[in-house]
Each structure stands twice: as structure tokens, then as C-alpha cells.
């Protein structure tokens, strides 16, 4: 079961309005989850998220684990706010995107047992995606190939700007083109996955990633990551578009 499209859109259109003059401190108890009325629970949910991000760590975490206690016995509630938790925290458009939160709250989703098979793999390879190439990390990349199959390994060294690109996604091709001439300091290296031939355009080296989805979130392409000439994450994980 998936709750997704005018819901999740909704949701991150509430995110964009600022309520932090509440405690996150027994927001649960204050307001219990409910979705009867499901706009109210978006309105609350949302209030929640902002919360959480301006919160300390572990007192987000304890209402995340509040949360999800409180909605083991509904288990379509349960689906609904761990679409919300996903639509949030995760999501690149949400003003509240909080990978080390995310990381939290799939991790205890998923410990309950009550999402299972596709849903379960999907928000798993979520949690490895939000947890790669975080700022002040060692870059991590895929294994790479060259447009005939052979193998390269990349030499650090440089600032360098590195673009996940899916080679059947229309609005990657485009996004290659709106940021060939983008930190004019770095080297462009586009990250191909996908079938079809490596691209052609000036600005950047090309090179065929494999098994991109067991590191990133390619269907979140295009997004791009630089690292530093050190070899460490500059600015991680972000959109394109």
C-alpha cells in the first residue's frame, strides 16, 4: 500500500509555512494522530516536521518514536505517516529535508515490521542514499565503466562536481546542459546510468556508473555532489532541475 500524488503535494505545500513556536516536547500527546480527518493530520504532521528540524536531535527522535508507537495498532495510519515521514524528510523539494533524521525514522519504521517487500526495499534504498556523501565525508562513488565496457578508476585531487544523470530521463539531458558552464572551478564528470550511448555535450567527461541504485536514489535524477580537491564532500545530495 502507497500513499502518494495529491497528498504528498499537499503536504509539501504546508511544509512552506513556518510554525515554530511550539515545543516539539510532547507534541504527540497534544496531538494525537488521527487521519478521520486527513487534512487536519497534514496540517499537524507538517507542523511536526518543521518542529523537528529546529529541534535538538534527540528530542525529535523521541516524538519520531512516539509517533510510530502510537500507530502500531492502525496500520493504515501507520502507511499514510510513513509517506508523510518520506514526503518530509527525504524529499528534495520539502524545506525540511533532515537526512540524519530520515535515517532515524526509516530505521524505526522499518524495525516494526509492518512495512514489508517492495515498500521495504524502495525506503531502504532511500536510507543508503541519504546516508552517502554526506558534507565532510569520503566521496563515494559506483563502479565505473567507459563507453566500452572497461573499467576506470577515477584520480582525486581536483574539485570536482559530479552529476547523476539517467540516461532515459529527459529532464537529466536537459539539466546537463543548464549546468555545463556551473562552478566554473570544478571539473564536470557526469555519472551515466541507464541504456543508451554516453552523451556528446561540451562541458563535461562522461562515464557509465554501474549499479548506481545500490548507492544513489536514481529516480531522484538529475542531482549532482562536489567534492573537494581532498577528497571529502563538499556540498552533498542536491536537485538539478
Given at each position: 500500500?502507497?500513499?502518494?500524488?495529491?497528498?504528498?503535494?499537499?503536504?509539501?505545500?504546508?511544509?512552506?509555512?513556518?510554525?515554530?513556536?511550539?515545543?516539539?516536547?510532547?507534541?504527540?500527546?497534544?496531538?494525537?494522530?488521527?487521519?478521520s480527518d486527513i487534512r487536519t493530520?497534514?496540517?499537524?504532521?507538517?507542523?511536526?516536521?518543521?518542529?523537528?528540524?529546529?529541534?535538538?536531535?534527540?528530542?525529535?527522535?523521541?516524538?519520531?518514536?512516539?509517533?510510530?508507537?502510537?500507530?502500531?495498532?492502525?496500520?493504515?495510519?501507520?502507511?499514510?505517516?510513513?509517506?508523510?515521514?518520506?514526503?518530509?524528510?527525504?524529499?528534495?523539494a520539502s524545506p525540511c529535508r533532515?537526512?540524519?533524521?530520515?535515517?532515524?525514522?526509516?530505521?524505526?519504521?522499518?524495525?516494526?515490521?509492518?512495512?514489508?517487500g517492495y515498500d521495504a526495499e524502495?525506503?531502504?534504498?532511500?536510507?543508503?542514499?541519504?546516508?552517502?556523501?554526506?558534507?565532510?565525508?569520503?566521496?563515494?562513488?559506483?563502479?565505473?565503466?567507459?563507453?566500452?565496457?572497461?573499467?576506470?578508476?577515477?584520480?582525486?585531487?581536483?574539485?570536482?562536481?559530479?552529476?547523476?544523470?539517467?540516461?532515459?530521463?529527459?529532464?537529466?539531458?536537459?539539466?546537463?546542459?543548464?549546468?555545463?558552464?556551473?562552478?566554473?572551478?570544478?571539473?564536470?564528470?557526469?555519472?551515466?546510468?541507464?541504456?543508451?550511448?554516453?552523451?556528446?555535450?561540451?562541458?563535461?567527461?562522461?562515464?557509465?556508473?554501474?549499479?548506481?541504485?545500490?548507492?544513489?536514489?536514481?529516480?531522484?535524477?538529475?542531482?549532482?555532489?562536489?567534492?573537494?580537491?581532498?577528497?571529502?564532500?563538499?556540498?552533498?545530495?542536491?536537485?538539478?532541475?
Amino acid at each position: 500500500m502507497r500513499i502518494y500524488g495529491a497528498i504528498a503535494a499537499a503536504l509539501l505545500a504546508v511544509l512552506a509555512v513556518s510554525c515554530k513556536t511550539e515545543s516539539i516536547k510532547g507534541y504527540w500527546d497534544r496531538h494525537a494522530p488521527d487521519i478521520s480527518d486527513i487534512r487536519t493530520a497534514e496540517d499537524e504532521f507538517s507542523k511536526f516536521a518543521e518542529l523537528a528540524v529546529a529541534a535538538p536531535e534527540e528530542d525529535a527522535q523521541a516524538e519520531i518514536d512516539h509517533l510510530f508507537d502510537l500507530l502500531k495498532k492502525d496500520e493504515v495510519a501507520f502507511y499514510v505517516y510513513t509517506e508523510w515521514t518520506v514526503s518530509a524528510f527525504y524529499s528534495a523539494a520539502s524545506p525540511c529535508r533532515n537526512c540524519p533524521l530520515f535515517v532515524y525514522s526509516m530505521n524505526r519504521i522499518l524495525s516494526d515490521g509492518i512495512i514489508d517487500g517492495y515498500d521495504a526495499e524502495m525506503y531502504t534504498r532511500f536510507v543508503t542514499a541519504c546516508s552517502t556523501n554526506l558534507v565532510g565525508d569520503k566521496v563515494t562513488l559506483p563502479p565505473l565503466r567507459d563507453e566500452r565496457g572497461s573499467e576506470i578508476t577515477l584520480e582525486h585531487g581536483q574539485t570536482t562536481l559530479y552529476m547523476v544523470v539517467n540516461l532515459t530521463c529527459p529532464s537529466c539531458l536537459k539539466a546537463l546542459d543548464k549546468y555545463a558552464d556551473f562552478r566554473p572551478d570544478a571539473v564536470h564528470i557526469a555519472l551515466c546510468s541507464g541504456p543508451g550511448r554516453l552523451p556528446s555535450a561540451a562541458g563535461w567527461e562522461y562515464i557509465r556508473a554501474v549499479n548506481t541504485d545500490e548507492i544513489y536514489d536514481v529516480d531522484a535524477a538529475p542531482f549532482y555532489f562536489v567534492e573537494n580537491a581532498d577528497g571529502t564532500i563538499e556540498t552533498t545530495y542536491t536537485r538539478a532541475l
